[in-house]
């Protein structure tokens, strides 16, 4: 008989319009890493939340040490040792690192505040485990991996015992990640239990015990990650054989379409700028990969090309058209189509139907408009025509409530608007964060038509695999800079990912300026 | 000299209720709510402790006692009135403009309804003289003596008082932490267990006793023990959210925002007692206008690069993660 | 993948009727106006619990035997609820209606008083004077905000003050205008008056035909319109407004200046209305007071959903149990009764949400669940809920 410190058994939990575990199993040994792997949406996150009180399960129950428990609220989790690291940090960015750690268990004197002691224990932890922080600092000020040590401090503060940590290394560089996976380690050597949500292969193969599969919702399996494969464990997240690469020709580039020459954009929260004199070209018929860790400038590049920011200097060339100071309209008839990082911030009216949205670029031009009036039979044709040509599913065609339609269809929406408007350039940025395989591979293939068609396409991604399998040029964005351009049939992700962190760099003149 | 002792003697008691409203609204918007009705809660406030002290005028207790129970009478009345904003923006999580908009339109009538009905006028009026000619001792200290403690109303000390509990509050106590942390972040309370929805209710609650109180205080400082439906509090609920922003939603600043208000108000009705200032022979009514035109050039310099609590005037809901 | 296009559901099923938003928003209309009455009842009773019922009825019926009035009176606030439910649909509080209907009446008495014009045109343009002056007033919050982030409810609220006080002043001073032994506005001449409809026993004029007519004109706009279209776009989602090229800075300054006039018209349509006794016609008193009408109008846009033809019904039933209200002192109460009610209305207005939530799921559970109901696809993360463009406006922006 296993000694189980935590069992999850039968936990059923459902949100309006979908289940999102469904009768899973999970049991925690003590001491051992345990992987809880999963596509997006398969319901890991929630499994996780339900542990540490923040979501109540519908069905099932939970024990700890053999014994039933109930958790209502993070309190009741964090009495049981439970703790969690969460995917977007849980941090008040006004607050020091000292006051984050110790906020809820705050110590006290009649109600007032007694900061010393705490602070004391929480050195002493830092140094007994590794993770260097610095208490006084503002959370806003701090880097992303102090970030997360303190998340990871905040745990060991409480003295938890089973430690969560949801998707902990979507935010780190490789250096970081290597770090992290020896801390996990060596807390797990001193006998805290570990629980670790992921859908990255690599890192599970590296520093779990164990690895529980889920799908859709639906518990899969239980393997000891010894006795496993990476093509087991993705057979088993996807349901079906994967292949890791995606079917390409070889690309004959063609003019240059787009032209960035020391581009410089200022940072919203930071004195130094983000973008820092950038230079590179776009061809047509290439797809150039602007990859980095998330935070090193892309966001704002993006924002200075499509015009949502305005330069600090530089040139921006379409098709020899200088558009440096161009509004974002002019830019977007000039030939600029922009699939945005964000699909609900910037992509789509939620509150729109599906047809006004797919106009949303379009509205102003005599097609759709005459004398200022709408042309509604206009807009309602072109918008089946593009649900027919881009298979967008919706409950009501048209007329469909934007809002209501899935994360994968409303991308398609907007691809299905940006790539059949007339343009030269297609900016993808993220374009397939939050999707299933399904949709990836869906989304790949229109980027890879768009380019055989004679586009240039600028791919913004931080995805390894992406960026490696779809791109037909890398240039690595790091801390503002682009620090490397690389082939991604001639190079690896180990060494990619070495350029990305920053720990590597071609010198000026190699960047930017292949094939001239 | 003595126009600057005036003016400060003046200043000090309009500027009191500016602060204590300016810091109630802050309470609350720290913890993540929007208050707009302050300037009905303030009316509230107003009204009930004005009727305390008009059923208890003709009795033997002095008028500073009068002045402090009157206070308790109007923090209560505005706590329980800060309640309808509380469950509406917390509980029914509705738009807390739309809902601070309602008390304050409420109030003036109902306000005008019972004072019509029932004392046949606009409001209340009381004959109780809260005025400090001077306070013993005190006011013999050189300077500071004649500027804080002559000719001033209880209201000033009170006030100040009121000010230093509350920066003591919101930085040093485990309260103030937490109540700041679900302004800014209400999901990272949540997550270490603090009652996010139990902690704005306490920052409404707060706004609402504070209101209250600085209603009270602008009925006994500026309109002398009266309280009336139509012109009611005359924009002070609306001008102490300017205060507080200007103030950038820490107390200390606040305070010194209040009483610049206070200062152009204060100057704008003592025209006719500075020399220079009426020889201009500018109309009344420029003066008038003039702290609520400054509102708008102190708030055109700072929007740009102001920075409210994170949160505010979103409902929290535990189930978005 | 779930969720197919499909034209051939009955159009006309239960299902769809309940969730067409325009369902929900009666719903919590009725709702809120139901629940404003009952408190309006209950603080009747307090107040003089032997009258209250007979008051009650003469709220809800007295407004019966005054049609005419009840349009007459309707008209202000009509154009004021289209002041302020113009602006909310580009997600823009215009709590400034009071002012802007101020300086729109002042526009108008200015022109009825000292321009010497021809009588069929004088009265045109002194609206056409109201209608400017509320355009200045709302360009001026629309301003801020465009260029320089503040916050429109604090800056319409602060020009409603310098309104009144400006307009007071003005007033006071001008001997032709104001008569100071009445503290009241003189008379205008009948040529400066809006032709009365001649509809027996009340005044009712052609201010309610032009204010229908401008909604109408408004719902088109919104409607059928590229700037309609922008003008929403950019009241659900800025962001997305600004990704699609919009000119948010313009669209803010154009969409208050038309609310501005909006309520600018409000007020000339009420000082330039006739009047029941003959040689006489509506006065202003300058006592300091903030107009009430443009608060009133809040409650009117809020009832009529910002819909400019739901503006039109919600006018008209607000008016409807002002006249009622007005009564209600024939046993001893005071007209304020009904503002109370209006500002319960708009309390449980607020309310508007959550309450069509629960109606709705409150039908969905009678009738069973809709499998054409949209749902997630699996495999995929919820769709977060973004914020409305309210609540985004009111985190992000300073107030």
Not at chain 1, 189 to 196: N, P
């Amino acid at each position: 008989m296993e000694n189980y410190i935590v069992e999850m058994l039968n936990i059923t939990k459902e949100f309006p319009g979908i289940i999102a575990n469904d009768n899973i199993t999970l049991k925690l040994k003590k001491g051992e890493i345990h992987a809880l792997l999963g596509e997006n949406g398969a319901g890991k996150s929630t499994l996780m939340s339900v542990l540490f009180g923040l979501y109540q399960a519908e069905k099932g129950e939970i024990r700890k040490n053999g014994k039933k428990v109930t958790i209502n609220n993070p309190n009741d989790a964090n009495a049981l040792g439970i703790g969690m690291v969460h995917q977007h940090f849980k941090l008040v960015e006004v607050f020091t690192v000292l006051e984050n750690i110790i906020l809820g268990v705050e110590p006290v004197k009649n109600g007032f505040l007694e900061m010393e002691q705490s602070k004391d224990k929480i050195m002493e932890l830092s140094e007994q485990y590794g993770l260097k922080i610095s208490p006084d600092s503002l959370i806003e000020d701090i880097s992303v991996g102090m970030q997360q040590r303190v998340e990871i401090l905040k745990m060991l503060y409480r003295d938890n015992e089973i430690l969560i940590f949801d998707e902990p290394t979507a935010v780190l560089t490789p250096q970081e990640i290597k770090e992290l996976l020896q801390i996990m380690k060596d807390l797990a050597a001193e006998g805290k239990s570990i629980l670790f949500i992921t859908h990255k292969l690599n890192e599970i193969m590296e520093v779990a015990d164990r690895c529980t599969v889920l799908r859709k919702g639906k518990y899969i399996g239980t393997v000891d990650v010894e006795k496993t494969t990476k093509e087991e464990l993705s057979r088993m997240m996807v349901g079906r054989d994967v292949s890791f690469s995606v079917e390409k020709e070889e690309n004959k580039p063609g003019d240059v379409i787009l032209s960035i020459k020391n581009m410089t954009v200022a940072s919203k929260t930071h004195k130094n700028n983000a973008v820092k004199d950038v230079s590179f070209d776009v061809r047509a018929g290439e797809i150039v990969c602007l990859a980095g860790i998330d935070g090193n400038g892309q966001s704002e590049f993006v924002y200075g090309l499509t015009g949502l920011e305005k330069l600090v200097s530089g040139e921006i060339t379409l098709r020899g058209k200088d558009i440096s100071k161009a509004s974002i309209r002019e830019r977007s008839a000039s030939g600029m189509s922009h699939i945005p990082e964000d699909r609900h911030k910037h992509g789509l009216v939620l509150d729109y139907k599906l047809e006004e949205n797919l106009i949303l670029q379009r509205y102003w031009q005599p097609k759709f408009q005459k004398n200022q009036f709408i042309k509604f039979d206009e807009m309602r044709n072109y918008a089946e025509e593009l649900i027919e040509r881009f298979d967008i599913r919706s409950s009501q065609g048209p007329t469909t409530m934007t809002r209501s339609m899935s994360g994968g269809n409303q991308q398609k929406a907007i691809i299905a608007r940006e790539i059949d408007k007339e343009h030269e350039l297609l900016v993808a940025v993220q374009p397939t964060r939050g999707l299933d395989v399904g949709a990836i591979e869906y989304i790949h293939s229109q980027l890879i038509a768009s380019r055989d068609a004679g586009k240039a396409v600028l791919l913004v991604s931080l995805e390894l695999d992406e960026v490696m399998n779809v791109s037909d040029r890398i240039l690595v964005i790091y801390e503002g800079e682009i620090v490397g351009e690389l082939d991604p049939k001639e190079t690896t992700t180990q060494e990619l990912g070495l350029y990305m962190a920053g720990a590597k760099r071609n010198t000026e003149k190699e960047t930017g300026h292949a094939g001239e | 000299m003595d126009v600057v002792y005036y003016l400060i003697q003046n200043m000090l008691p309009v500027g009191v209720p500016l602060l204590l409203v300016a810091l109630g609204g802050m309470f609350s918007e720290r913890s993540g709510v929007i208050n707009i009705a302050l300037e009905g809660i303030m009316l509230f406030g107003a009204f009930f402790g004005a009727l305390f002290v008009l059923n208890v005028q003709g009795t033997s207790m002095g008028p500073q006692t009068i002045l402090l129970i009157g206070m308790v009478v109007a923090g209560v009345s505005g706590l329980i009135y800060s309640l309808l904003l509380s469950f509406a923006s917390i509980n029914m999580k509705a738009n807390q403009v739309i809902v601070g908009t309602a008390l304050n339109m409420l109030i003036p009538a109902i306000i005008l309804l019972f004072s019509k009905m029932f004392f046949n006028s606009d409001g209340i009026t009381t004959n109780m003289r809260f005025y400090i000619r001077e306070i013993p001792v005190l006011s013999r200290i050189p300077v500071i003596g004649q500027m804080f403690f002559q000719r001033t109303y209880l209201t000033v000390i009170i006030g100040f008082i009121i000010l230093a509990i509350a920066v003591v509050l919101l930085y040093k106590t485990r309260f103030g932490l937490r109540l700041r942390a679900c302004g800014e972040h209400p999901h990272a309370a949540d997550s270490v267990g603090i009652n996010v929805y139990k902690m704005r209710y306490a920052g409404v609650s707060l706004s609402g006793i504070l209101a209250g109180i600085g209603g009270f205080f602008y009925a006994v400082g500026v309109t002398d023990g009266n309280v009336s439906g139509h012109t009611g509090v005359a924009g002070f609920g609306f001008l102490a959210l300017a205060v507080m922003i200007f103030g950038q939603w820490k107390p200390i600043r606040i305070m010194f925002a209040a009483m610049f208000f206070a200062f152009l108000r204060t100057l704008a009705y003592s025209v006719s007692l500075i020399p220079f200032l009426f020889d201009l022979g500018i109309n009344q009514t420029y003066y008038r206008i003039l702290p609520y035109l400054a509102t708008m050039v102190v708030l055109a310099l700072t929007s740009k690069n102001s920075r409210a609590p994170k949160a505010e005037g979103i409902p929290y809901d535990k189930s978005q993660r | 993948m779930q969720g197919n296009n499909n034209n051939d559901k009955p159009k006309y099923n239960f299902k769809r009727i309940t969730s067409h938003p325009g369902f929900k928003s009666l719903g919590a209309a009725f709702m809120a106006v139901f629940l404003g009455l009952v408190v309006g009842f209950i603080i009747m009773l307090i107040a003089s619990p032997g009258n209250a019922v007979a008051g009650f009825r003469f709220v809800l019926l007295g407004g019966m035997r005054r049609l005419g009035d009840v349009l007459y009176f309707a008209t202000p606030i009509l154009m004021t609820g289209l002041a302020v439910g113009f602006a909310f649909k580009m997600g823009l509080f215009n709590i400034g209606a009071s002012g802007q209907y101020t300086m729109g009446m002042f526009f108008a008495l200015y022109v009825a008083f000292m321009w010497d014009l021809p009588g069929s045109t004088h009265w045109i343009v002194a609206i056409l004077a109201g209608f400017l002056g509320g355009m200045i007033w709302g360009f001026i919050p629309g301003i801020f905000k465009a260029l320089l982030n503040v916050n429109e409810v604090i800056t319409s609220i602060m020009f409603n003050y310098i309104g009144m006080y400006l307009v007071d002043m003005w007033i006071q001073n001008n001997g032709v205008m104001y008569n100071s032994s009445m503290t009241r506005t003189r008379y205008i001449d009948s040529g400066v008056q809006i032709p009365a409809l001649g509809i027996a026993g009340s005044n009712v004029n052609f201010g309610i035909v032009f204010g229908i007519l401008i909604a109408i004109i408004l719902y088109i706009v919104l409607e059928k319109t590229t700037f309609g279209y922008e003008l929403k776009a950019t009241g659900h989602n800025k962001h997305a407004a600004e990704y699609a090229g919009m000119q948010g800075k313009r669209n803010i300054i154009l969409t208050m200046v038309i609310a501005g006039g909006m309520a600018g018209l409000g007020g000339a349509f009420a000082i330039l209305a006739p009047s029941a006794i003959a040689g006489s016609s509506m006065t202003y008193e300058p006592i300091n007071i903030i107009a009430t009408n443009g608060f009133t109008g809040i409650a009117v846009a809020l009832l009529g959903s910002a819909h400019p033809i739901g503006t039109i019904l919600s006018a008209t039933f607000i008016s409807y149990i002002q006249r009622g209200g007005t009564l209600t002192s024939l046993v001893g109460f005071k007209p304020e009764i009904i503002d109370i009610v209006v500002a319960v209305i708009i309390y449980f207005s607020a309310f508007a949400m959550i309450m069509n939530t629960a109606i709705a799921r409150f039908i969905k559970a009678r009738l069973g669940k809709d499998e054409n109901e949209p749902l997630l696809e699996l495999g995929e993360e919820p769709v977060e809920e973004v914020e409305s463009q309210m609540e985004q406006d009111t985190e992000k922006e300073a107030e």
